[in-house]
């Protein structure tokens, strides 16, 4: 069965040639052209990614993505934006976007990413060569379940934060570059922007962390990467 996108912009000619293309590369596509009806949309028709406006009649697209993720939905949501700021980049992902593209977008990046996106939820993850779970000090990773908990309580993540703490787990004692990550956890290549891994620590720790200020599991090497403490 097809994956199915569903478009939530207020210019029909962006929508259009999103469509085109998306259905070009075997997508079906749904669409719609404000805030509120995407929301209604995103709810109902239970698609399998969200390419979603920030600027939108009714509803902004961080009101929507927050709402979405705020409700539990977990759908992968990629920020369409004509903004270059870099607050309203890290102001979409702190609110649970998985990933961004700035108008004027590359269409082979925006599909690039799509695919990328459909694929870390379809895919599972590698299993450790270690065992099915892998234990840091308080923390287990079960690789089976998909879950992390610390001191016997789960912790709340989203796939994405699952997916970097698990592949830092899996490679004990290496400093893990940004560009790596970015290739290995989001699953495309390095197109200039590193900010979503950065975003991307930074909320895996606030949830991670007893002092997210002072991590104690998952450190910076400054100027190389990141890597998770033993």
């Known amino acids: 069965m097809a ?3 569903l478009i939530v912009d207020d210019e029909k000619a962006i ?14 596509t749904l669409k719609a052209y404000d805030g509120p009806e995407g929301l209604r949309m995103a709810r109902e028709e239970n698609p399998d990614l969200l ?27 990629v920020m369409i934006t004509a903004r270059e ?6 102001f979409g992902l702190e609110n649970g976007a998985d990933d961004y593209v ?16 459909m694929r870390r939820t379809a895919a599972p993850a590698p299993e450790a060569e270690s065992g099915d779970v892998i234990r840091k000090r308080e ?22 934060e699952y997916e970097l703490v698990r592949f830092l787990a899996q490679n004990p004692g290496k400093i893990v570059s940004r560009q790596e990550l970015m290739s290995e956890v989001w699953q495309y290549e390095y197109f200039g922007d590193l900010r979503a891994v950065d ?8 949830k991670l962390e007893d002092n997210p200020a002072e991590p104690e599991y998952v450190l910076t090497k400054r100027g190389v990467g990141y890597y998770l403490a033993e």
């Open 139 to 160: 923390l287990v990773i079960d690789l089976d379940r998909r879950t992390v908990s610390k001191n016997g309580k789960l912790l709340d993540l989203t796939q994405r």
């Open 102 to 117: 700035t108008k004027p977008f590359s269409m082979r990046e925006l599909l690039a990413r799509v695919k990328a996106n």
């Open 85 to 90: 700021e870099e607050t309203d980049k890290v």
């Open 15 to 28: 929508v259009d040639i999103l469509e085109f293309n998306l259905q070009r590369d075997g997508y079906e």
């Open 199 to 206: 975003v991307a620590v930074r909320r895996l720790r606030e």
């Open 3 to 5: 994956k199915r996108v």
């Open 51 to 77: 390419l979603l406006d920030v600027m939108l009649p009714g509803m902004d697209g961080f009101e929507v993505c927050r709402t979405l993720r705020s409700e539990g939905n977990d759908v992968p949501i």
